[in-house]
């Protein structure tokens, strides 16, 4: 049986992000797997910026999905990451500069003791190696020009803040967070490693989850490049349902479905308000905005 093309792949491909490979070159691994593959071209892009310093789960969304490839900007994610107290450095993390030290150790009772201070709504700064955009250059680019770096704190939810367990006076220690969007580790662990009268950096920060989608879901680029050459990435392709499967489906008739196709409003809808992922059969059409008994298009799907 011939496989289908590339311009017939729509989904997700959770990579299993190594260290040292930046969120758009894990991209370009995916678009010469492709290649390589013989698919041809394809829509490629990624669900949120994963550092180079960082491992873990890197949702690469293909074809059509790339049209939900932002809502992951607004998921929820899971880390662990390990603080290194005694020293901080300019980036908040092991590449950069010492910029101040400490001779202070936390004990393991005064970490534990200070973590739900950091736990439900908190506002924390941004680092300034970061990618937020002052006056329309990335901060980062400023701080390496060596240019003074002020951003504005932001409100942040740390659903959950957990210690693996260890005990007496530690050198460093590793967490697990269930963030919201917008939170930055680094950021986390420089507060935290201050809280403690102490300093510190991030020394391995690792991407649990992100939306909907976890390690358990996540390939290696290896796994993901034999695929592609064996022309079998569709047996490892998500589908594009899979990334919103945090909001309800919803079945349409034929006539709702050409109606939806053209853009146009779907009137008398039995369905909740809120997002919904409309459905004609197992094609999806669109994802809709549903308000009394009102459908619009948020997403309309090319399918």
Known sequence: MTKPSAMALHGWIILDKPVGLGSTQAVGAVKRALRDGG???????????????????????????TKLAGRMLDSDKAYDFTIRFGEQTDTLDAEGQVIATSHVRPTAAAIEAVLPRFTGPIAQTPPAYSALKIDGARAYDLARAGEEVVLASRDVIIHSLLRHRDGGVVDQVTLTAHVSKGTYIRSLARDIALALGSVGHVTMLRRLRAGPFGLAEAISL???????????????????????DDIPAFSLTPDQAGALRQGRVLAGIDAADGATFAMYGDVPVALIDVHRGEARVVRGFNL
């Open 222 to 244: 290896d796994k993901l490049a034999g695929a592609a050459k064996a022309r079998e990435l569709e047996d490892i392709l998500l589908p594009l349902r899979a990334g919103l």
């Open 39 to 65: 698919y041809g071209k394809a829509k490629v892009g990624h669900g949120g910026t994963l550092d180079p310093l960082a491992s873990g789960v890197l949702p690469i969304a293909i074809g059509e999905a």
